[in-house]
C-alpha cells in the first residue's frame, strides 16, 4: 500500500492551499482517508476524515469551517483544500487509510501512512 501526499507549500496568511494524497495497493473505495499534521514540537494530531464513499466527514474544531476534506473514488485520491490559512497551520501534513469500511478519528486506528508534505504559512 502506497499514500503519496503533494501539495504542500508556503504560503502567506489568508491564503489557500490543497493537498492531495494519491493511494495505490488497497480497495480505495472500501476505506475511509484521514488527515493529520504534525506541528512543530507537537504531537500528531487529526484534522479530518472522509467515509469511504464519501458521504460523511468530520472535522477537528481547529479546522471546521476552513478545510474541506473530498475523495475521488475513480482516481483513488483524496483531498484536503485548505483555506483561510494561519501561520498555526504550519505543519506536516499525513493521510492515512484505516482498515477497510472503519470511520475512526484516533491515530491509533489508521493501518497506512503516507510520507508527509510540508505546509507553511508565513505571518
Known amino acids: 500500500v502506497q499514500l503519496q501526499a503533494s501539495g504542500g507549500g508556503l504560503v502567506q496568511t489568508g491564503e489557500s492551499l490543497t493537498l492531495s494524497c494519491a493511494a495505490s495497493?488497497?480497495?480505495?473505495?472500501?476505506?475511509?482517508m484521514g488527515w493529520f499534521r504534525q506541528g512543530p514540537g507537537k504531537e500528531r494530531e487529526f484534522i479530518a476524515v472522509i467515509s469511504w464513499g464519501g458521504g460523511g466527514t468530520y472535522y477537528a474544531d481547529s479546522v471546521k469551517g476552513r478545510f474541506t476534506v473530498s475523495r475521488d473514488n475513480v482516481k483513488n485520491t483524496a483531498y484536503l483544500q485548505m483555506s483561510s490559512l494561519r501561520p498555526e497551520d504550519t505543519a506536516v501534513y499525513y493521510c492515512?487509510?484505516?482498515?477497510?469500511?472503519?470511520?475512526?478519528?484516533?491515530?491509533?486506528?489508521?493501518?497506512?501512512w503516507g510520507q508527509g508534505t510540508l505546509v507553511t504559512v508565513s505571518s
Open positions: 492515512a487509510a484505516p482498515p477497510p469500511n472503519t470511520f475512526v478519528v484516533s491515530k491509533d486506528g489508521y493501518t497506512f
Open positions: 495497493g488497497l480497495t480505495f473505495s472500501s476505506h475511509a
